[in-house]
């Protein structure tokens, strides 16, 4: 290929980035925000409008860290160098159910960090690819050329001076391109801009979670707790879920996350937020509420729904275009996949454009590998949000099974350390959840948890399936 373009500079789309830099001659990222080196958000490692999710909590599962070092060799070594956290299950990541901690398994190994720093250090190491630039603009729309994508339309600079202007809009640019890739996110238009050019849009499914967050930073007293992160999820006596997340970052500093379901949103207050540590009755939480220094105030979040758009659905589409990350999925980011998910995408756009297929065919090959991996992260998320009272559905067949399967395995995760490394496979995205549905595991997990001599949650489990 002679240009590649990828819309949008965030985790997706530096990912897709260093992928085509093997394939084009020349990548070019177009990002709204500046995030050149030198430009407003590329030198600090602070939020960014672009992504708003950036001043929450996040944590990179194994499979990310795996693929981010494959695409970035030494990027795990790096962000650690520079203060970012390395944690192994089989010590440092401590997991609570109901308040009590889980039998400790290693192998599997999660980066915590800020978001904004995870994303500059890749930004860093994307940015010095010899054949890629970066330009500054908002898309707004695509090129078509006969039945493929030809380039993109967009305005250059920043939102402030290149949205819609006073009675006219600015004069629009436009860059061609062999092969056009959204990364721009779940609020992605690719849908308007594939109609506009004639192309059906793809359905878009969602799934109501309505799901809060709010997180904040600490500085906490030498050795206040024995693990790098801890992540618990519990039922408070009036039945609320309640989930919660703590782990060291850069700076010597803790970032800690507490998230609640619809009318149990947690608020913006530093005082609410140490009230829910101290509800919650996993350990570190309290001693969080005890030994922690508040950093400035808590920052809140809403995540209403999970979204995922079926492209491979479609019976028509042009060549010439992609979509990589949250554009193609968002689910519920209490499960940490969205970041893993996009470097698990920016692998199959490697398979895909080294089997020799031409960027001058649509990529159904490229969308019928990337479905499978969203489908395993959506059912790991949906089984989950299906069992919320407030969660509509619709459910699928077999729901009632799936959902008492996932509550046996959980379970017993808590006391068989088989079970729970098989567990950790799949929630960090190594191995698919189909893994734990075999006879073997599902017997293993049943004897588990008869085995354990108080049920971990609520009324006792009903083992029969
Ligand atoms: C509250 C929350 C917590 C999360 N926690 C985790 C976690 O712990 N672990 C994890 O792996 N994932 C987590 N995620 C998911 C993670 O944030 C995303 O999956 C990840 O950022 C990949 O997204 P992306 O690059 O596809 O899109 P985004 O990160 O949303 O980036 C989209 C980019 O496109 C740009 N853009 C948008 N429109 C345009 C346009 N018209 N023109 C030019 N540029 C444009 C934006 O400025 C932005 O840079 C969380 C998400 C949320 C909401």
Redesign the pocket.
């Known amino acids: 290929m002679r240009r590649a373009v990828v819309?949008?500079?965030?985790?997706?789309?530096l990912l897709a980035a260093r992928v085509l830099s093997d394939h084009a001659d020349e990548v070019i990222v177009?990002?709204?925000?500046d995030i050149a080196p030198s430009g407003d958000f590329g030198g600090g490692q602070g939020p960014r409008p672009?992504?708003p999710?950036g001043t929450?909590?996040?944590?990179?599962?194994d499979a990310?860290r795996r693929k981010i070092d494959h695409w970035l060799p030494g990027f795990a070594t790096e962000i650690v160098a520079d203060g970012a956290a390395l944690a192994d299950t089989g010590t440092d990541v401590h997991s609570y159910l109901e308040g009590r901690l889980k039998v400790l398994v290693g192998g599997v190994e999660m980066i915590s960090a800020t978001?904004p720093f995870l994303e500059s250090h890749l930004r860093r190491r994307v940015l010095a690819l010899g054949n890629l630039r970066l330009v500054t603009?908002?898309?707004r729309g695509l090129a078509f050329t006969g039945d493929r994508v030809s380039g993109v339309r967009?305005l250059g600079g920043q939102p402030a001076d290149a949205g819609d202007m006073a009675g006219g809009v600015a004069d629009e640019e436009l860059l061609d391109a062999d092969l056009v890739v959204d990364?721009?996110?779940?609020?992605?238009?690719i849908g308007a801009w594939l109609q506009e050019g004639g192309w059906p849009e793809p359905q878009t499914r969602r799934m109501h979670v309505d799901l809060g967050?709010a997180t904040a930073l600490f500085r906490r007293p030498e050795g206040s707790d024995g693990a790098t992160l801890a992540q618990s999820l519990a039922t408070l006596p009036d039945g609320r879920l309640r989930l919660g997340t703590l782990g060291r970052v850069e700076g010597d500093r803790w970032i800690a996350l507490v998230a609640g379901y619809a009318d149990d949103r947690p608020g913006r207050g530093m005082e609410e937020f140490l009230l829910r540590c101290k509800e919650d009755p996993a350990a570190p939480f309290r001693r969080l509420a005890e030994d922690g220094e508040p950093i400035g105030e808590p920052v809140a979040?809403r995540?209403p729904d999970n979204r995922r758009r079926d492209f491979h659905r479609l019976d028509r589409f042009p060549a010439g275009l992609l979509a990589?990350?949250?554009?193609l999925a968002?689910f519920n980011?209490i499960y940490?996949?969205?970041?893993?998910?996009?470097a698990i995408h920016a692998s199959c756009l490697a398979a895909h454009l080294e089997s020799g297929r031409s960027p001058r065919d649509p990529a159904w090959s490229y969308f019928k590998q990337v479905r499978a991996v969203v489908d395993d992260a959506w059912q790991t998320s949906a089984v989950n949000d299906l069992k919320l009272p407030h969660v509509t559905g619709p459910r699928p067949r077999g729901f009632k099974v799936a959902a008492r399967l996932s509550d046996l395995i959980v379970r017993a995760s808590v006391t068989d350390p088989v079970i729970h490394r098989r567990f950790l496979d799949v929630a960090h995205m190594l191995s698919p959840v189909k893994t734990l549905m075999r006879p073997g595991t599902v017997l293993r997990a049943a004897r588990a948890v008869r085995k354990q001599d108080t049920p971990a949650a609520g009324a006792p489990l009903d083992v029969t399936v």
């Open positions: 819309l949008g500079g965030s985790v997706a789309g177009l990002e709204r925000d672009g992504v999710q929450q909590m996040h944590a990179l599962l990310g978001r603009g908002r898309v967009y990364a721009t996110g779940r609020a992605s238009r967050y979040y995540h990589i990350g949250d554009t968002s980011p940490g996949q969205g970041m893993s998910s996009a």
